[in-house]
């Protein structure tokens, strides 16, 4: 299997580097839509496995290179207040295809509309909860069932809702993976109590948003657009002309057999590097040399951990496993640099979560949504670092992180001039939270950390091997880093529950 393996690898981390690389030389200038094109060019080139569906690699081949072609049509730039729905549209217009191919699903779909309609009482309650922040720092888009998550919201509906098993997993994963619109559970609800609605009134506009989303994708996502001023492009146009280049590969993947569940998620995860991840405000945010560098190593340490460990790896599973559990070591190596750890950085920014829950009742949706990623990313490589410190004791023997077996490999952050340099970007005699203060920034945007090209990959190709699974949400334990550091909402979650 290493050949296959070796091949998830490189695509993976072909998509990463052609981030990278263009971020390194494009970062400070002004951002064009040619500036993606590497990117474009990495998935041209991703290539079917013996035992992989051709349909599901197409999909995500498709979308990536349908997505860039749409927006080219319509635009040269993108400002950066709509770099961040780039990826949120593409959901939308699938799952409007699938109901016009499949009037089960379409009336599987309509039934949970309707369920949607009697479960105010439930949205009412997680949209107070959310405007309240009870659940603490939470991601509302996230890809798990975390509590306060639409995820999370939408199964405990679909428990109640009366139809196939394979539609309900369809619909949950395209409010996870597949981010159906823009909209975050609880919006409408927290802008009409600061408006003045009443609790009863801003529940019922709260619900009929949410059946909105779901009864009318692409309108909705559309008038979404519209409040945020969006200004962009128009995304009218670029969902009807995406539709008509997806929509191929769609129908190819529904009669290959391919989960619906899948179809809904794969063709949006893959676009956000075509001007989100490779946008105007990443080249502003990169323009800052530890930052820079701290992408760059971060990347160094993923790359050189999984070639030198891919003969030891027993499934394509673990692959996913150890890319993602050696950015999270690598990330917390920075940060324990300048003396901090993960346990901190929770703290404090769950402590600073309340403190902006009460300064802007209004805040997004999705606000603190990559602080979470960030949190639960350190957290994960604070415990994997932690056992190597142990091993190591006060012995002369080298620090070796293992994540499946595997040493994780952190050589790239330890040669990097500039990580090795902080005197270089401070008072050179007091210069001890440079790379920490880095990383906080990195904390709002941590995609290339994390990382959103290399999983998205990934997950693609292990889809391709497993084409009947519907792969979204996760239905495990996350480990929330506020939820095991702070905040007690264990027992909010729905993994154990999910449909």
């Known amino acids: 299997m290493s050949e296959l393996y070796k091949k998830i690898i490189t695509e993976a981390m072909a998509a990463q580097r052609a981030d990278v690389e263009t971020i390194k030389k494009k970062r400070g200038t002004k951002f064009t839509l040619a500036d993606a094109e590497p990117y474009v060019n990495a998935v041209k080139k991703m290539t079917v496995a013996p035992g992989q569906s051709a349909a599901v690699i197409d999909l995500h081949k498709t979308s990536v290179i349908s997505h860039f072609n749409a927006l080219k049509g319509l635009t040269k730039t993108i400002r950066p207040e709509d770099d961040p729905f780039v990826e949120h549209y593409q959901t939308p217009v699938v799952l409007e295809i699938l109901c016009d191919e499949d009037p089960k699903f379409k009336k599987s779909l309509g039934t949970f509309v309707t369920q949607v309609g009697k479960s105010e009482a439930l949205i009412g309650r997680e949209s107070a909860r959310r405007y309240a922040g009870f659940y603490g720092p939470t991601c509302v888009v996230d890809f798990a069932l975390i509590p306060g998550s639409s995820s999370n919201i939408v199964n405990q509906i679909l428990k109640k809702t009366d139809i196939p098993a394979d539609h309900k997993k369809t619909i949950l994963a395209a409010k996870s993976w597949g981010m159906n619109t823009s909209y975050g559970i609880g919006e409408v609800f927290a802008t009409r109590i600061e408006e003045g609605d009443t609790l009863a009134d801003a529940s019922k506009k709260e619900v009929k948003q949410v059946q909105e989303i779901y009864k009318n994708p692409v309108k909705a996502q559309a008038e979404l657009m519209d409040g945020a001023g969006h200004t962009s492009f128009d995304v009218r146009k670029y969902m009807d002309e995406y539709r008509r280049l997806i929509t191929p590969a769609v129908k190819a993947a529904v009669d290959d057999g391919v989960h619906y569940g899948n179809i809904v998620t794969i063709p ?160 050179p005699a007091c210069a001890i939270t440079v790379r920490m203060s880095a990383l906080m920034r990195l904390s709002d945007y941590p995609c290339l950390l994390t990382s959103e090209p290399v999983t998205a990959t990934m997950m693609t190709n292990i889809i391709a091997l497993h084409k009947d699974w519907a792969a979204a949400p996760v239905r495990a334990c996350k480990d929330c880093a506020a939820a095991c550091l702070v905040d007690f909402r264990h027992q909010y979650c729905e993994y154990k529950d999910a449909v």
């Not at 790896?313 to 559990?325: D, R």
């Open 268 to 427: 949006a995860y893959c676009v956000g590097d075509i001007a989100h991840h490779i946008a105007q405000s990443t080249f502003n945010m990169c323009k800052d040399d530890v930052i820079m560098a701290t992408i760059d190593a971060v990347t160094g340490v993923m790359e050189k951990t999984l070639d030198a460990g891919v003969d030891k790896l027993k499934s394509e599973f673990e692959i996913l496993s150890l890319a993602t559990g050696a950015s999270a070591c690598a990330t917390e190596y920075i940060l324990e640099l300048d003396g901090f750890n993960a346990p901190m950085i929770v703290d404090l920014l769950t402590k600073r979560f309340h403190n902006f829950v009460q300064l802007k009742p209004t805040r997004g949706a999705a606000a603190e949504l990559h602080n979470c990623d960030f949190m639960d990313m350190i957290y994960r490589g604070w415990k994997i670092l932690d056992r190597a410190r142990r091993a190591k004791a006060g012995s002369d023997s080298k620090l070796t992180p293992k994540v499946v077996g595997c040493e994780i490999d952190l050589s790239p952050i330890d040669e990097n001039e500039v990580l090795m340099n902080p005197q270089w970007y401070a008072y």
